[in-house]
């Protein structure tokens, strides 16, 4: 089973309740705080999509995050794009590119 890394990208302020409570549940309760989640449980996702971003886990990601103990830095030289919105023109969503962001988060 593939497991997913979750990344909490936006602050508390202006969160909806459902996803305030969404990501306590998966113990994201600061932001640049992580949390490993199976793929089986995705579906939590959809509920805070709109305040972190994630990507699939593999082996040297899981590595970087279990040596921080979940628990990251901001980015080094920052974010690439927008905290605000998703997809291409923005940070949150899923993304390809998980494994370059946690290394400038743990350094």
Known sequence: MSK????????????KR???MGMLQLGLNRK?????????DAGMLERVKDYVTWGE????????IKSKHMRLHPP???WKASIK????GGALGK?????????????
């Open 4 to 15: 997913i890394i979750v990344i909490r990208v936006r602050g508390i302020n202006g969160v």
């Open 18 to 20: 459902d996803a305030r």
């Open 32 to 40: 640049h705080s992580c949390a490993i989640l199976d793929s089986k």
């Open 57 to 64: 886990a593999d082996e040297d990601s899981m590595k970087l």
């Open 76 to 78: 080094v030289k920052g």
């Open 85 to 88: 919105r998703g997809g291409k």
């Open 95 to 107: 993304r390809a590119d998980l494994k370059e962001l946690l290394k400038r988060m743990t350094c």
